[in-house]
């Protein structure tokens, strides 16, 4: 009798520890996805800058000064720019067949410039009327893992970022999805709402000048 109810003891007790052992892991494993999430927060920053475009247009191009863009974040980090319309986000470079237009952005230390020519003859200047756009987001992309970065400019289908792109199901054309994506990778940081000053004769008389110092920097992101 004494036998049986060790032995019965010694069950319920290996049932215990057992169905414990059992809870513990099932906890850990649930908690794993939280964790991994929290360190891609950790390692991955998207910093979001908008900029109000009243005042350059109407126009065929504009210049922004944006000191996000510094020489290393210019060399080193994937940037996105979208223009944002009546009703959605455009990427850059674009062609809008509905006005008929081609966007090109090109970008350096501190500074970005926005040329806007016929989709007819890509050549002749198009002047965008000031009620299409609004405003310019630009997404600086900060990670400390480098094979985010690779081969972003060069080679964008073959980079990593890219590649989990296209698994996720996320449109890059899209500002939107883009950002919805990034929150779940990345912390997101508003860097701030800017209202661009309204340029001068002077620098629009320079701006085909300037053109020339930004095409080597083209953004092709």
């Not at 289908?157 to 990778?185: C, P, R, W």
């Not at 701006?207 to 992101?221: D, N, R, V």
Request: one cysteine or more; proline letters at 4%.
């Amino acid at each position: 009798m004494h036998l049986i109810t060790i032995i019965w003891t010694l069950v319920c007790a290996t049932i215990i520890v057992g169905y414990t052992i059992y809870l513990f892991n099932k906890s850990s494993s649930l908690d794993t996805p939280f964790k991994e999430r929290s360190n891609l927060l950790a390692n991955n920053t998207v910093e979001l800058l908008s900029f109000d475009l009243k005042n350059q247009l109407p126009g065929w191009s504009f210049t922004l000064d944006i000191p996000q863009i510094t020489e290393e974040v210019l060399y080193n980090n994937p940037i996105l720019f979208y223009l944002e319309s009546e009703s959605t986000c455009l990427k850059l470079p674009l062609n809008n067949g509905t006005l008929g237009y081609t966007a090109c952005v090109y970008k350096n230390t501190g500074k970005v410039y926005v040329t806007f020519k016929s989709l007819s003859d890509g050549v002749s200047n198009f002047y965008v009327p000031a009620w299409h756009l609004n405003k310019l987001k630009v997404l600086i992309i900060k990670s400390r893992d480098i094979k985010i970065y690779e081969d972003w400019v060069t080679k964008p289908g073959k980079s990593t970022i890219h590649k989990q792109l296209i698994k996720a199901g996320v449109n890059i054309n899209d500002y939107e999805d883009m950002l919805g994506y990034f929150s779940n990778i990345a912390t997101i940081e508003f860097k701030g709402h800017f209202s661009s000053t309204k340029p001068s004769i002077q620098a629009r008389v320079k701006s085909p000048l300037l053109a020339k110092e930004y095409m080597k920097l083209s953004s092709t992101g």
